[in-house]
Each structure stands twice: as C-alpha cells, then as structure tokens.
C-alpha cells in the first residue's frame, strides 16, 4: 500500500512540475516578445528624436532673417 501511495505521490508531482515547466515556458515566450517590441520601440524612438531635431532646424532656418 506505501508503494502505490509513493506512486501516486510521484505521479502527481510529476504532473505539477510538468504544468509547471510549461507556463515558465509561455513566461519566457513573453518576455522575449516583450524584448523584441521594446527594441522596436527604442528604434522608434531614435528615430523619431532625430526627425524632430531635423524639423526644429528647419523651422528654425525658415524664421530667422537671411544674413
């Protein structure tokens, strides 16, 4: 009787680290998701920063006096 019961026991941790292995598995999926967007978004930034520098320049050009 002790040994089918240490079976069952085995059996159901068997069970719970297998769920729980496969939701560290979506965890890591989604925080490399998450890496990826932030990389986007970092770029985007970039990119953004240089256009409104490169648009304040041009503004600025446009209203000071030719010399």
């Known amino acids: 009787?002790?040994?089918l019961m240490f079976q069952a026991?085995?059996?159901?941790?068997?069970?719970l680290l297998t769920v729980i292995a496969y939701f560290l598995n979506l965890l890591i999926q989604d925080f490399r998701q998450?890496?990826?967007e932030l990389?986007?978004?970092?770029?985007l930034f970039i990119r953004l920063e240089a256009e409104?520098?490169?648009l304040k320049s041009m503004v600025q050009r446009t209203r000071s006096p030719p010399s």
Do not use: F, H, W
Not at 9 to 15: E, T
Not at 39 to 43: G, N, R
């Open 1 to 3: 009787m002790d040994g």
């Open 9 to 15: 026991v085995g059996g159901v941790i068997a069970l």
């Open 34 to 36: 998450l890496n990826k």
């Open 39 to 43: 990389s986007k978004l970092k770029e």
């Open 52 to 54: 409104q520098i490169l």
